[in-house]
């Protein structure tokens, strides 16, 4: 088979998974050899459905033994198979890498043989990158639940992000759509990850650094919405707060489900709306950077409200808590204002020890005053302006049409 | 009062050191070739030496990397900077540090001038090409809207410590060499550029990669474009057609 043809299949086996961040690691090239790894990030294209492509995104092979529902490369789907050799995966990387159209290197793949033996092909390619071919870009690497923790461990010395997939947020979903795969040894292989890195952190006013292990951290992704008894938005917050707090992720990946089988216990007209995928990484951004508990967020509720973002949602059902004066108010209060982030929360404070802030600076400030002239007060704000009460709020700020709403074409026609 | 300079970094500085006194009245900074004194223009001749004192006041006050910080916002190609520039400066010297956090016009736009280069400058790390040439030197043609040719090189010399890269802007008509440790500017050569045999193999490696990707379910070339503007798609081997 020619490698274009490799390239193809393998390329388009791997494009539903979501991960494509190069951000995390930096490490300095040390005057020989190929590549560094800048801790911002950077993206190198965006493929026409507008996501980004950072990284060389490809499966080692789409031959697999397990027979998972949701998944296009399962056992029992009749489409063109193809493998790698480590010697083309890393020939692909080196050749893309050196004309910039990539970061580094994503490499997963389907479980061929046997876990054991994907995760040594994985090795492979790691090795043949790093020590014969003198790369020292980004490599991103899917550990196989259920290899042989040394080999997880191995591997964790060669690349800069592992990440294992717990698919789904309730182990009930994943016994169903993934019989083969095993929540315990998952969670076993993410447990080994966490525990090395920590390990392995450099200790200050110790001597030397020990060796980076996994330096970008690890990071998983869960499937929204698939079959009948898909988790709801709730426990899919709860399971990614879990994550982030006891397994130490640095992110959790949200992929809205695409119905690619047709067949039972996913049925195929289930596709999920994109719109709920952007709430839960609107949600996903407040627990991590925002000081929001999942808890807070849903409230009594099971799902996130699709026509408001996470933020506004959460301040017009606890208005107890606004309006807040942004000359007075803590770093804490104003986070909490929609269409204040980090950063035009940041200038405020800068920008109020000089001077006193009038309503009228706050947009130059970066301040999105569509939302946030509901929930602020300041120096000099027409009084006529907003209403003040929460139901009126959210008839004004509620999406009347949805913008992300996937047409289908049949409705289009319609 | 208009001043007009020589269109150097050390030329914007002087301005900024000279005007001091006429901070109320200052009108447009532009820069300008000719060292003629025109109606209501006021030339300044660019001195080092007050450059430098500019620099040293400014690293006092602000951090050694605010200077870095201020060349970047040179750089821009928005109408506004070099005035933007002055007037900061000038705030700065007055009002002291916290001048930078006001929300005052001449900052905003400074600000705003810092951020745009940046981000575009950022972009193209990303969005650069590299083609190989016969002799083995990796070449990239882009026409970026700032100036950030500059900016960029760095970057790719400590990436490919061993290449011998070939930058070139192409409004603008320059070229950024790295080669052996060592990063210059230079005019752009005539000669066209000859690549090597493998170039056209790989790119079109590159296309079908990049042609595999796409979810078609959830097709949004309007988002595309916006990560992804339309000038730069000349220079990027996936947007041209396949063979």
Same mark, same amino acid.
């Not at chain 1, 591997?155 to 717990?166: C, F």
């Not at chain 1, 030397?208 to 990071?219: C, D, H, I, K």
């Given at each position: 088979m020619e490698l274009a043809d490799k390239l193809r299949i393998l390329a388009d086996a791997a494009k539903y998974d979501v991960s494509c961040?190069?951000?995390?690691?930096? +490490?300095?090239?040390?005057g020989y050899g190929m590549g560094n790894a800048q801790a911002c990030g950077i993206c190198h294209s965006w493929t026409a459905d507008g996501r980004c492509i950072s990284l060389l995104k490809v499966l080692y092979t789409n031959v697999c033994t397990y027979d998972c529902a949701y998944c296009v490369n399962r056992r029992s789907n009749d489409i063109e198979r193809a493998s790698f050799t480590p010697d083309e995966v890393a020939r692909l990387t080196m050749d893309f890498y050196r004309r910039n159209y990539i970061e580094g290197l994503f490499l997963s793949s389907a479980?061929?043989?046997?876990?054991?033996?994907?995760?040594? +092909?994985?090795?492979?390619?790691?090795?043949?990158?790093?020590?014969?071919?003198?790369?020292?870009?980004?490599?991103?690497?899917?550990?196989?639940?259920?290899?042989?923790?040394?080999?997880?461990?191995?591997?964790?010395?060669?690349?800069?992000?592992?990440?294992?997939?717990?698919?789904?947020?309730?182990?009930?979903?994943?016994?169903?759509?993934?019989?083969?795969?095993?929540?315990?040894?998952?969670e076993r292989a993410m447990l080994c990850v966490r525990d090395r890195k920590l390990e392995n952190l450099p200790v200050p006013y110790? @001597?030397?650094?020990?060796?980076?292990?996994?330096?970008?951290?690890?990071?998983?992704?869960?499937?929204?919405?698939? $079959?009948?008894?898909?988790?709801?938005?709730?426990?899919?917050?709860?399971r990614a707060q879990a994550l982030y707090s006891q397994m130490q992720l640095k992110r959790v990946f949200y992929s809205a489900y695409i119905p690619v089988n047709q067949s039972q216990p996913c049925p195929p007209r289930a596709a999920v709306p994109l719109l709920r995928e952007h709430r839960l990484y609107q949600a996903d951004w407040l627990l991590r950077f925002y000081g929001f508990s999942a808890e807070e967020m849903m409230g009594?509720?099971?799902?996130?409200?699709?026509?408001?973002?996470?933020?506004?949602?959460?301040? =017009?059902?606890? &208005?107890?808590?606004?309006?807040?004066?942004?000359?007075?108010?803590?770093?804490?209060?104003?986070?909490?204002?929609? $269409?204040?982030?980090?950063?035009?929360?940041?200038?405020?404070?800068?920008? @109020?020890?000089?001077? @006193?802030?009038? &309503?009228?600076?706050?947009?130059?400030?970066?301040?999105?005053?569509?939302?946030?002239?509901?929930?602020?007060?300041?120096?000099?704000?027409?009084?006529?302006? =907003?209403?003040?009460?929460?139901?009126?709020?959210?008839?004004?700020?509620?999406?009347?049409?949805n913008p992300y709403q996937q047409v289908?074409?049949?409705?289009?026609?319609a | 009062m208009n001043y007009l300079f020589d269109g150097s970094f050390d030329g914007l500085l002087t301005v900024a050191f000279d005007t001091y006194a006429q901070r109320f009245d200052l009108g447009d900074v532009r820069e300008c070739p000719m060292q003629t004194d025109l109606l209501g223009d006021r030339y300044i001749a660019t001195s080092p030496v007050k450059a430098q004192r500019v620099k040293a006041f400014l690293a006092r006050q602000q951090g050694e990397d605010f200077c870095i910080r201020v060349k970047t916002a040179f750089l821009s190609c928005r109408a506004a900077r070099f005035s933007a520039i002055v007037r900061t400066i000038h705030l700065?010297?007055?009002?002291?540090? !916290?001048?930078?956090?006001?929300?005052? !016009? *001449?900052?905003?736009? /400074? %600000? *705003?001038?810092?951020?745009?280069?940046s981000r575009?400058?950022?972009?193209? %790390?990303?969005?650069?090409? /590299?083609?190989? %040439? *016969?002799?083995?030197?990796?070449?990239? *043609?882009? !026409?970026?809207?700032?100036?950030?040719l500059a900016l960029v090189m760095?970057?790719?010399?400590?990436?490919?410590p061993r290449e011998r890269l070939l930058l070139v802007d192409e409004g603008r008509g320059l070229a950024g060499c790295c080669a052996n440790g060592r990063v210059w500017l230079q005019p752009l050569g005539k000669d066209a550029p000859v690549f090597s045999a493998q170039e056209c193999a790989c790119q079109e490696l590159w296309r079908t990669f990049f042609a595999a990707l796409v979810i078609r379910e959830r097709f949004n070339p309007r988002l595309q474009r916006q990560h992804m503007p339309k000038y730069t798609w000349k220079n990027l081997p996936e947007m041209q057609p396949r063979m």
């Open positions: 961040s190069s951000s995390g690691s930096h +490490r300095v090239n040390p479980v061929a043989v046997s876990a054991d033996r994907t995760m040594e +092909r994985l090795i492979r390619v790691a090795e043949i990158l790093r020590q014969r071919e003198g790369y020292f870009g980004y490599i991103h690497m899917k550990a196989i639940p259920g290899a042989d923790l040394a080999l997880v461990r191995r591997l964790g010395y060669l690349v800069d992000r592992l990440s294992i997939n717990v698919e789904f947020a309730t182990p009930a979903e994943l016994a169903l759509l993934a019989p083969d795969k095993k929540a315990d040894s998952i110790g @001597r030397g650094r020990p060796p980076a292990f996994v330096p970008a951290g690890q990071s998983t992704q869960m499937i929204v919405g698939a $079959g009948e008894n898909a988790g709801s938005d709730r426990d899919i917050l709860l009594q509720q099971t799902a996130l409200d699709l026509s408001l973002d996470p933020k506004t949602a959460w301040a =017009v059902s606890n &208005y107890v808590h606004f309006p807040v004066d942004v000359n007075r108010a803590p770093y804490e209060a104003l986070l909490r204002v929609p $269409g204040i982030g980090v950063l035009s929360a940041r200038r405020i404070i800068a920008s @109020r020890r000089v001077a @006193r802030l009038h &309503y009228d600076q706050l947009r130059p400030l970066g301040v999105v005053m569509a939302r946030a002239k509901y929930f602020v007060v300041a120096e000099g704000k027409p009084s006529q302006a =907003v209403p003040s009460h929460p139901e009126g709020i959210y008839r004004k700020l509620a999406a009347p049409a289908s074409f049949w409705e289009a026609l | 700065l010297r007055q009002q002291g540090s !916290e001048a930078l956090h006001l929300v005052h !016009e *001449a900052v905003l736009e /400074f %600000l *705003a001038c810092e951020k745009e280069v575009e400058q950022h972009r193209f %790390l990303g969005l650069l090409r /590299f083609q190989e %040439l *016969a002799d083995g030197t990796l070449y990239a *043609a882009f !026409e970026p809207k700032h100036h950030v760095p970057h790719f010399a400590r990436r490919f």
